[in-house]
């Protein structure tokens, strides 16, 4: 352990001018107060010497900011960087799903434990109500969050797993479930889209300028054009617009039916 003064002038060496020997006494000298810390981080299942690795990393990074002239201990601001190195290693390397990075979800998931113990919760279960409640109000977080992180907090499952001991049930995923459409479904639709589409284009042909013009800007436009800009842009009634608006529509609708009828009735075959 080493003394202010001689802390003070070795981090004054390696401050100013880059004293490599300097900075390696003071990383040596807090060692067990990496080590100390770590000790808090040991429920994770995570090998203990890669969790000290990561508190040593979170040294290093405290002595490249430290300031010796504000008057504090080098141990007092590394300690936070420490807890911020070995926390950040852990919500890697926990679970395969990557965990919330958020500053609740953090808190959650390295206070939860503590704070089930408090209100003497032993199942590893889903929690009550009421409990979910309590847990929530006295972290500052939503029951929603508390929920979901106490799900995570069993680890992870492979879905390879049997689900009961005899294999009776088969396998996890055997049981889910895809709710997209299959691809039959989904190749039909997107031609019917693609044929809608085309007879859409070639429907538009039945219609004169102002016709298409009125319709376009009416129907199809995203910032529709009011009744009253057309009417000044034609020269003509606000209601002799709406009325051509109706009879374009109507128009447009009866040629792509005949188009889509086209499209989807069977080629004539060729007469031998």
């Not at 704070?115 to 029951?143: C, F, H, Y």
């Not at 199809?220 to 000044?232: G, K, S």
């Not at 209601?239 to 080629?267: D, F, G, N, T, Y």
Request: glycine share 6%.
């Amino acid at each position: 352990m080493l003394e202010r003064r001689e802390e003070y002038m070795l981090a004054k060496r390696w401050r100013g001018h880059g004293d490599r020997e300097a900075a390696h006494k003071l990383v040596t000298s807090h060692l067990r107060l990496v080590a100390k810390i770590t000790m808090g981080y040991r429920g994770y299942g995570l090998p203990i010497s890669e969790v000290i690795s990561e508190g040593n990393v979170g040294l290093m990074q405290a002595l490249k900011r430290f300031e010796p002239e504000k008057g504090f201990r080098l141990s007092t601001y590394a300690v936070w960087w420490i807890k911020a190195s070995i926390q950040e290693y852990i919500l890697r390397s926990w679970s395969l799903v990557k965990m919330g990075t958020t500053a609740n979800q953090k808190k959650l998931f390295f206070n939860l434990r503590k704070a089930k113990n408090k209100i003497s919760i032993l199942d590893e279960g889903d929690m009550r109500p009421d409990q979910v409640k309590t847990i929530a109000r006295r972290l500052g977080v939503t029951e929603t969050d508390v929920i979901y992180m106490n799900r995570r907090l069993r680890g992870d499952a492979s879905l390879s797993a049997p689900i009961r001991e005899d294999g009776d049930f088969g396998e996890w995923q055997d049981w889910l479930v895809d709710e997209c459409a299959d691809q039959e479904t989904t190749l039909v639709a997107s031609e019917e889209f693609d044929n809608r589409r085309r007879a859409l284009a070639s429907a538009v042909s039945v219609l004169n300028d102002r016709e298409r013009r009125i319709f376009e800007a009416r129907r199809l436009a995203e910032d529709r054009i009011t009744l009253n800009e057309l009417a000044e842009e034609f020269g003509i009634s606000r209601e002799r617009v709406r009325q051509i608006e109706v009879r374009s529509a109507e128009k447009l609708q009866k040629a792509v039916k005949k188009c889509v009828a086209a499209m989807e009735s069977p080629a004539a075959l060729p007469v031998e």
